[in-house]
């Protein structure tokens, strides 16, 4: 699956560092993770957990918030308003960039973090907690045996999960800014808590405090045997199929999660193809009446690399006429032709270069078409069939003199 390194500014135009997991395929929508507490974007947690959505359509991006892993600025000059303010950058980055992101996704306080900036994001249809306390005051509880020497000093250090973090006095002070679950209430959003009964870190009565505060639709899953962290893998993949499959049914079927504008699927007619941006670069949705597929440019033309460039499908439209034709005349005419392969390459070359192009000093197109024949087949049966071949509606089509009729509309 494609990854994008994801830079980006705070609002004090420091960098933030992030990574986008991309769907290999269609794209059904864009979400935001927001990580543990002091954790970085390359949680093991966080990683598994955004591969494993990326894996069923949902593109991930998860970041280092200020002064963590590879972003720049102060961690000790950081609170938890930078943290909602670092997030509202990062949404902001991806409905410029890509779409706004309909999904929250918060682990630990991370969870606390996306229940309170959730109001400031309109395309937000759903979020999600996992482990997470109801409010960003429960992390007090760490710096138990520092709090004191804070009323009486403007920052100390202190150790944290195996590391040494320098806490100012405003950290202490900003948390009690967020002691309230008023928020969770009126979220107006749809809501999945995931937490472990055997949560030592973060216990489980929060999720109880989240639940009953939250107005429905709200759902809750219990996390057993895994730990605060979901340091096995398996736990990670579970929340990963329960948060696709739960999410699913809070994303409009047919919506086009990479449109800033909410815009549903538009109608198409029998015969039509509608093509529309799904991002700032060169990926496109193209929908039919009943299907729906992606064109991008390689990474290397500056596009995503999530689908069909432009020109692969052309070949491609060439190809799967071509095996098509061949099909139906040889299950007309009872011929044991057991499997069809063709091979397209696209170039161009000067038409000096041509033996059967007029002569004149200019470029053309030349479709390079192999076709591959498995079977029980006389050299009469290949011939006609090659013959069937160039005649394939697409075919005939490319040969053809054609005339595209362009107009604009409102």
């Not at 600025?73 to 990062?90: E, M, P, R, V």
């Amino acid at each position: 699956m494609p990854r994008i390194e994801a830079v980006f500014q705070n609002s004090q135009g420091e960098s933030l560092s992030g990574l986008l997991e991309m769907p290999s395929g269609a794209i059904k929508s864009y979400a935001l993770f927001a990580h543990c507490f002091t954790c970085s974007k390359d949680n093991p947690a966080a990683a598994r957990i955004a591969l494993a959505l990326a894996d069923r359509g949902i593109a991930v991006l998860r970041f280092d918030f200020t002064g963590l892993g590879n972003s720049q600025g102060d961690f000790s000059n950081t609170n938890f308003s930078s943290n909602l303010q670092d997030l509202l950058a990062a949404a902001r980055y991806l409905e410029q960039h890509y779409a706004a992101p309909a999904l929250l996704i918060g682990h630990s306080l991370g969870g606390a973090a996306v229940l309170a900036v959730a109001q400031d994001l309109p395309s937000v249809k759903a979020v999600i907690t996992i482990g997470a306390p109801a409010t960003a005051a429960h992390v007090k509880h760490l710096f138990a045996d520092s709090y004191q020497q804070l009323q009486n000093q403007e920052s100390v250090q202190v150790e944290l999960a195996g590391r040494s973090f320098k806490i100012r006095r405003q950290f202490i002070d900003d948390l009690e800014q967020y002691n309230s679950v008023a928020h969770i209430g009126a979220l107006r959003k749809a809501l999945l808590i995931l937490h472990s009964p055997l949560d030592e870190i973060v216990s489980i009565d929060e999720a109880g405090r989240i639940f009953t505060a939250a107005k429905h639709p709200k759902s809750f899953v219990s996390l057993d045997h895994a730990d605060h962290l979901l340091s096995n893998p398996h736990d990670s993949h579970y929340v990963a199929e329960v948060l696709s499959a739960w999410a699913s049914r809070y994303l409009i079927t047919g919506q086009i999660p990479v449109k800033t504008d909410g815009a549903l699927r538009p109608a198409v007619e029998p015969g039509s193809v509608i093509v529309r941006e799904s991002d700032k670069k060169f990926a496109r949705e193209i929908l039919t009446p009943n299907h729906r597929l992606i064109s991008d440019e390689p990474i290397a033309m500056g596009g995503t690399d999530l689908g069909f460039n432009p020109y692969e499908l052309l070949l491609a439209a060439l190809g799967s006429c071509t095996s098509m034709t061949l099909r139906m005349y040889a299950n007309h005419k009872k011929i044991d032709l057991q499997d069809i392969v063709v091979e397209l390459h696209h170039s161009r070359i000067h038409a000096e270069d041509c033996g059967g192009c007029e002569k004149q000093k200019t470029q053309i197109d030349v479709i390079a078409r192999k076709i591959q024949l498995s079977g029980n087949l006389s050299e009469q049966q290949r011939t006609r069939l090659l013959e069937i071949a160039n005649q394939c509606p697409v075919h005939k089509t490319l040969q053809s003199k054609i005339q595209i009729e362009t107009r604009l509309v409102d």
